[in-house]
């Protein structure tokens, strides 16, 4: 039953890293298109939170990983 659990674990953790990595990314390209729209920039707002989202989501992620392993 212990490997079944390894593998929930392990799943979980895939899954999580995924959102984790995804969500900032997302929420940049959103909040970005609705300041371009407000504002008529054409897309330079959404491109530099997509960059941010970016960062902030492998960070993230990183620091995820990090807790995980020790």
């Given at each position: 039953?212990?490997?079944n659990s390894d593998?929930?674990?392990a799943l979980s953790l895939f899954f999580q890293i995924g959102?984790?990595?995804a969500a900032p990314i997302v929420?940049?390209?959103i909040l970005?298109?609705?300041i371009?729209?407000?504002i008529?920039?054409?897309s330079i707002v959404s491109i530099i939170l997509i960059i941010f989202g970016v960062i902030?989501?492998?960070r993230s992620a990183y620091i995820l990983i990090m807790r995980v392993m020790k």
């Open positions: 039953m212990k490997n593998y929930l674990k959102i984790t990595i929420l940049g390209a970005g298109n609705f371009d729209n407000k008529g920039s054409g902030a989501g492998f």
